[in-house]
């Protein structure tokens, strides 16, 4: 079942591997197929040198399992409430990479400081509310998507494809698991360069102007970037 997207999926993982997002066992990569309601996610603490396409976890959007014979990664209940309230979106991904972990446990937003920030986020990279004792000592997981959905009221979701958990570290999605991978390495990029931005000049910022014209060259009807 699903074999493709459980391929996809691996390769997703692996990505963030490869480009050092994740140390040992962090982190996760998720893919969903809308027409049959269910998801694809990495399993709980396998290392990542042993997976193989056949460990991935199919469950519904319930978090039950339908696949599978390993615990699907801790983070599900996460990226399932993504899925749910983001129908555009097809896959998570989440990490503790180093620069844009330091800015969730901050509690700041990752300011739009440039042209490399705008190609890939149509404004500030939005940090959550700290979750309530309450909310902690109950459905963790769900209630950290809670927070995201609700920090993204009156967000496109699409056109800011990451957010940072207030305390805890960055998640981040796109249309395809490789597309999610792609784009959380650029969230660490991005909140590595703001780090250093920010320390040279406090008052650095980007126009609107800048800002669209190197967004929507990218995305959108217009787009002028790369063949077609």
């Given at each position: 079942?699903?074999?493709?997207?459980?391929?996809?999926?691996?390769?997703a993982n692996?990505?963030?591997?490869?480009r050092g997002?994740?140390?040992?066992?962090?982190?996760?990569?998720?893919?969903?197929?809308?027409?049959?309601?269910?998801?694809?996610?990495?399993?709980?603490?396998?290392?990542?040198?042993?997976?193989?396409?056949?460990?991935?976890?199919?469950?519904?959007?319930?978090?039950?399992?339908?696949?599978?014979?390993?615990?699907?990664?801790?983070?599900?209940?996460?990226?399932?409430?993504?899925?749910?309230?983001?129908p555009g979106?097809?896959?998570?991904?989440?990490?503790?990479?180093?620069?844009?972990?330091?800015?969730?446990?901050?509690?700041?937003?990752?300011?739009?400081?440039?042209?490399?920030?705008?190609?890939?986020?149509?404004?500030?990279?939005?940090?959550?509310?700290?979750?309530?004792?309450?909310?902690?000592?109950?459905?963790?997981?769900?209630?950290?998507?809670?927070?995201?959905?609700?920090?993204?009221?009156?967000?496109?979701?699409?056109?800011?494809?990451?957010?940072?958990?207030?305390?805890?570290?960055?998640?981040?999605?796109?249309?395809?698991?490789?597309?999610?991978?792609?784009?959380?390495?650029?969230?660490?990029?991005?909140?590595?360069?703001?780090?250093?931005?920010?320390?040279?000049?406090?008052?650095?910022?980007?126009?609107?102007?800048?800002?669209?014209?190197?967004?929507?060259?990218?995305?959108?009807?217009?787009?002028?970037?790369?063949?077609?």
């Amino acid at each position: 079942m699903l074999e493709e997207l459980k391929a996809r999926t691996l390769e997703a993982n692996l990505e963030l591997v490869n480009r050092g997002l994740v140390l040992y066992t962090f982190g996760n990569a998720s893919g969903i197929d809308r027409e049959q309601g269910l998801a694809v996610i990495k399993p709980s603490g396998v290392d990542y040198d042993q997976l193989r396409p056949e460990h991935m976890v199919v469950t519904d959007l319930e978090g039950r399992i339908v696949e599978g014979d390993l615990r699907p990664s801790s983070d599900l209940k996460t990226h399932l409430a993504l899925y749910k309230a983001f129908p555009g979106i097809g896959a998570v991904v989440h990490t503790h990479s180093e620069n844009a972990t330091a800015w969730a446990q901050s509690g700041r937003d990752i300011p739009a400081l440039g042209t490399t920030h705008a190609d890939y986020f149509h404004g500030p990279v939005p940090c959550t509310r700290e979750l309530t004792d309450d909310e902690i000592n109950g459905d963790y997981v769900l209630n950290t998507g809670v927070a995201i959905i609700e920090r993204f009221e009156g967000i496109d979701p699409l056109a800011i494809p990451g957010v940072l958990v207030a305390g805890h570290a960055p998640f981040a999605w796109g249309r395809t698991p490789m597309d999610a991978a792609h784009n959380a390495v650029v969230l660490e990029a991005v909140a590595k360069m703001a780090f250093m931005t920010v320390m040279l000049n406090p008052n650095s910022g980007v126009s609107n102007a800048l800002l669209d014209r190197h967004y929507f060259r990218k995305h959108g009807a217009s787009a002028t970037y790369g063949q077609k």
